[in-house]
């Protein structure tokens, strides 16, 4: 069977005609969701049956693929967040990462809610655990380095490592939702009492700012102004300038997409 090794791969095989039938802006921002697992190839209704089964992308293959993966990288994150339980005392990676220690887990607060790992990677919550968000806790736990906030807040693409992530940020994060508070009035007041938003001033001379904490320190600004006068609405995502030494940048992409997907579903049913 063959496989993607990149974007490009699976771009490639589209129609370059940017339709959007697939629900995705561009035939690129499709090939990028493709590759990194979002989606399946057999989304975008121009594929032929013949590459389909090259690639065992037909939505079945796709599905036991996706469930196969994740539960290789959650074994291996697990793994190594039991290594770091055994070289660091629970209140001592709690002191690191911003949590707290209780009852021998480590309890992080994400978006509001308790979050709390166990000594074997378990996660236990009171929320559904998205698979979105799952791999990077666990990676947080094991790869942050506990560097402070330095309070400064620059783009995704700024951070390290991030110049393959950039372009499909802007599009699978920023443009998709800017699409949601362009369309939903309470958008921001659902951030705020959902994800225990915060209400910033003076940010980039935004009409609104607001910051949120998908982890303790990877706090996460989202500026937004308003169409006006023949210009467009524009929304744009900052993080602290730490933050990828405190979640690796694939982890941010990858949060921030699941995010932008959260918030569109919840727009959509609150609608
Ligand atoms: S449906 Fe296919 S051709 Fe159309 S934008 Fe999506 S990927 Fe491109």
């Known amino acids: 069977m063959a496989e993607f090794s990149n974007t490009m791969d699976v771009f490639k095989l ?22 990194q697992g979002q989606i399946a190839l057999s989304d975008c209704p121009f ?7 090259e690639y065992g992308a037909g939505r079945q293959a796709y599905e036991s693929t996706f469930e196969q993966d994740y539960i290789k990288v959650m074994t291996e994150l697990k793994a190594r967040v039991k290594q770091r339980f055994s070289q660091a005392e629970p209140a001592e990676l ?39 968000i799952a791999p990077p806790v666990l990676n947080y736990v094991v790869s942050s380095k506990g560097v402070p906030l330095a309070g ?22 920023e443009g998709a939702l800017k699409k949601v508070a362009d369309t939903y009035p309470a958008f921001f007041e659902d951030i705020i009492e959902l994800f225990n938003g915060r209400q910033v ?10 910051i949120i904490h998908p982890l303790p320190l990877l706090p996460m600004l989202i500026c937004y102004n308003h169409p006006e006068e023949g210009l467009e609405s524009d929304l744009n995502l ?13 982890n941010i992409y990858t949060l921030s997409t699941g995010l932008a997907n959260m918030f569109k579903k919840l727009a959509i049913n609150h609608g």
């Open 94 to 132: 709690a002191d690191q990462l911003g949590g707290r220690c209780m009852n021998g887990r480590l309890t992080l607060k994400i978006l509001g809610k308790d979050f709390s790992i166990d000594p074997t990677g378990e996660i236990i919550t009171d929320i559904h655990v998205n698979p979105w």
């Open 47 to 53: 594929v032929s049956e013949k590459i389909l089964e």
């Open 201 to 210: 001033e003076n940010h980039y001379d935004a009409d609104i700012a607001l």
């Open 238 to 250: 900052f993080f602290d300038s730490t933050a990828d030494q405190n979640l690796p940048v694939q």
């Open 14 to 35: 589209l129609e370059k005609t940017n339709c959007r039938k697939c629900n995705k802006p561009t035939c690129l921002a499709f090939a990028a969701a493709v590759f």
């Open 152 to 173: 400064s807040w620059v783009p995704f693409r700024e951070l390290a490592s991030s110049k393959d992530w950039a372009r499909f940020f802007e599009y699978q994060c």
